[in-house]
């Protein structure tokens, strides 16, 4: 696996807004947020989180890579679940602190919990009365989290 890539230093605004050299800017934890998308279809699969092993080896593999902010490690999108995410194009925002990353996924699913995406609901935005409730916008699962995870540790923490 090429891992020699290195990312630009960033010098000005132009060169980081206009330039053609990539030079992401990692917030303080060393993360970057990646929106991740259906090539196909343009839907919202999921949001994650890059650290630059998880950049460069999504450039270098093609496969999506993230960072597990819960696990505190390096995850391969579908290494545990086959649900692989094969990158068809990578963008960066303007100023160069967040990813999207356009992918084809082995399987119809992204999200651990057997939603096709990480984003199965939505948010009541004029409640009655009280706290806003969730209306499910999936309505079954594409898969078993119990059959295709077992035992594995659940990846959220509360």
Partial sequence: MNEEIVFAERKSVEQVEEGVELAPKFDKEGLLPCVTTSAESGEVLMLGYMNQLAL???????????????????WRKG????????VIEIRIDD???????????????SCHVGYRSCFYRAVNTSPERGKPLLTFVEEEKT????????DAPNPTQL
């Fill in 56 to 74: 460069t080896r999504t450039i270098s593999t093609g496969d999506a890579h993230y960072w597990s902010r819960s696990r505190k490690c390096l």
């Fill in 79 to 86: 290494e545990t679940s086959g649900l692989r995410q094969r």
């Fill in 95 to 109: 100023d160069q602190d967040a990813i999207w990353l356009r992918v084809s996924i082995d399987g119809d699913a």
């Fill in 143 to 150: 898969f078993d989290p119990e059959k295709v995870y077992g």
